[in-house]
Each structure stands twice: as C-alpha cells, then as structure tokens.
C-alpha cells in the first residue's frame, strides 16, 4: 500500500464514522497522529448542548477539550499508534484504518464552485470573494475546515472556518486583513473590544481574559465577517497550515523524548518561524529559570496548544510554564519545554511579558 499523503487539519474518517483531524505534520510510518473531533450518534452521545450535529438523517456529536482522546483511548484502541520518540501510544489511525478523507482545499474548491443555497455559504462566497480579491490569493490558497468540511453546519448558527496555506500566503492574508480592519465593516477584528471576552469560561491559571485579549488581537487571524444578507456577524477563522513543499516529517526512530518534570522560566524568543503552525515551535534562550531543574540548554518550546499559537514575535521576552522534556537525538541532546495535553494542562502558559 502506497503511503498516503495528508497534513494538518486533513480529516480521516473510519469505518465506524468516527472524525479524526491529521494533527501536525510528523508522523510515524504509515499512520498519523490525529485529534478526534466527531463521533456519529450511533457510537457517541454528549449532553453538551454546544455539542449537537446534523447531517440529513445523520447525528454527530463533537468532541470538547480531552473527551475525544478519553473516548477513543477507552473505546477503540485501535485507533491509538505507537510513537517510538515518546515511547507511548497516542490517538491516531494507521492507514490500513482509514476508510475515507476530507481535504480542506477540495472542499472549499467545490463550494466556491457551486451556486450557494444558504445564507452561511452565500456568506462564505461574499467573504472570499472580498478577502481573494483584496490579497491576489486564489482558491487554491485556502481550505475550509470544521463543520463545512463535513457538510452538517447549521445555516443561521455555524462559523466560517478556513485555513490558508504556506508563510508568504500567510503573510499576505495578514496585511490584507489588517487593512480591511482598519476600514471596518465588513470585516473586524473578533478581537478588537472586551466583548470577545464577555461571559466566555475561563480555566487557564496563568493567563487571564485580558492577556487572552491582547495576544489574540494582535495575531489577527480571528475575524467577524458583518452579512448583511443574513444580519448575522459571523465567527470567522484562517488558520495557517504549511504548504506542501514547507512539510518535513521528521519523526525519527533514533529519537527519545524524556519527561523531566515542570518548569517556569523566563526566556527570550529568538525566532517565531513555526509559530502559526501546529505544533506552534518558538526557539528561545533562558534568561530566568524560575522552578525546575537547573538546566541550561532549553532550545525551545513546543507548543500543541491553540491558545499559544502566534503567541510571541522575536525578540519579545515571554513567561513559559509546562513540561520539561529532554530531546536525544543521534547527533545532538537538549532540553525542550512542551505544551500539550497533560494532567496539568491549564496551568500550561506562554506569554508575553510587557512592560
């Protein structure tokens, strides 16, 4: 069997009609690392009200913060892979599992292409249309994701989730959306006032709703697309994604990763070029070691946490906290700090210090 060719935020769906989204881009052989966002009604019921989803005569229900992984892991083992650097099963699914993808990028192709019916793809056709024309980006440089990927979005309800892929589409995207913000309607900043922060539950211990605010804000991929058609304002994403020729799978069998406990440190961001994507990657050097093992040779921070994506620019000093992890690889050995699903997962932070 050929090896199968997907990428972050690609979907795989199993025989049972569980939904997994492709999780970063390093993988073991012949599977993928997955996150799983869906399960049909048939296998899955949550009494989360956010939860619900329809699809013709078809119920699905999606999965929030670690219920998926408790579920899968309990459930179905064998969608679980071995990862030979950690030295543990994770969630994933090996390709011989795989009954069926969903490209982000096809998907969109065929909406665009087709005369919407509803006010949420009439939305979707006037956004892109404003945001292509205004960039110079095609339809080629965009996916779409989430609830419209898997077609069981809610008309009035639902949010526009796109990707864009590759850095310089990225950038590109970034200017022009800074320049339809200034402008205003119909295009915002979701972050632009306290209200994107009104009534919204909070379970970070270390970043507050206001530090929330300010990092988001200023990443500025997070939108409110004002449709006068519809008088809705609606949520809109672009996550970033690697182009194709940016992707290196560099999982190694001759690497071992090593839990070493916490740490809470200081450190200065030496560079950012990972950090829109997952895992968000931010090289640093330690400039306070404040709990933890004394270690000096801390590289970098690894971060699988959305929250901390574009979290910090080069040359900015951040506060890190969550799992020190020792890198030995055939060549060279370091310290890392990982931010990921972990027992203490909101006590996990990386933020920029200002002032």
């Not at 997907?6 to 599977?31: C, M, N, Q, S, W």
């Not at 989430?146 to 970034?174: C, E, M, V, W």
């Not at 605010?213 to 939108?223: E, F, M, N, P």
């Not at 968000?280 to 929250?307: A, C, P």
Request: charged share 30%.
């Amino acid at each position: 069997m050929a090896p199968l060719r997907l990428r972050d935020r690609d979907a795989i769906l199993t025989e049972e009609g569980l939904i997994f989204r492709v999780y970063g881009y390093t993988h073991p052989p012949k599977a993928y690392v997955c996150n799983p966002e869906y399960a049909p009604a048939t296998i899955y019921r949550s009494t989360d009200p956010r939860a619900l989803r329809k699809k013709e005569r078809q119920t699905y229900y999606k999965f929030y913060a670690n219920e998926g992984l408790r579920f899968v892991q309990k459930k179905y083992p064998q969608y679980t892979v071995f990862h030979e650097p950690l030295q543990k099963r994770l969630v994933g699914v090996h390709q011989a599992h795989i009954a069926k993808t969903r490209r982000p990028h096809r998907k969109l192709q065929q909406l665009i292409a087709k005369q919407p019916r509803d006010d949420l793809l009439k939305a979707l056709h006037k956004l892109f249309d404003l945001v292509a024309t205004r960039s110079g980006l095609s339809k080629k440089d965009f996916g779409v994701f989430g609830s419209l990927l898997h077609g069981f979005y809610h008309p009035q309800l639902s949010d526009i989730d796109l990707t864009i892929y590759g850095r310089k589409n990225l950038a590109r995207l970034s200017e022009t959306l800074k320049e339809l913000y200034r402008e205003g309607k119909p295009l915002q900043n979701e972050f632009e006032g306290e209200e994107a922060i009104k009534g919204k539950g909070w379970r970070f211990v270390n970043y507050g709703p206001k530090e929330y605010l300010w990092h988001q804000k200023r990443k500025g991929i997070y939108a409110v697309f004002m449709d006068q058609k519809s008088r809705r304002a609606i949520k809109t994403e672009f996550e970033p994604v690697k182009d194709w020729k940016e992707i290196r799978n560099e999982y190694s069998q001759g690497v071992r990763i090593t839990q070493r406990g916490w740490i809470k440190a200081v450190a200065r961001v030496t560079d950012e070029y990972d950090a829109p994507f997952m895992p968000s990657i931010y090289q640093i050097e330690l400039i306070k070691l404040l709990e933890g093992e004394r270690v000096e040779d801390v590289q970098k921070v690894l971060s699988y946490v959305e929250e901390f994506r574009m979290q910090a620019k080069r040359g900015e000093e951040v506060y890190v906290e969550g799992n020190l992890e020792l890198m030995t690889t055939p060549t060279k050995t370091f310290h890392q700090i990982t931010l990921t699903h972990c027992p203490r997962y909101y006590e996990q932070t990386l933020k920029v210090l200002k002032g």
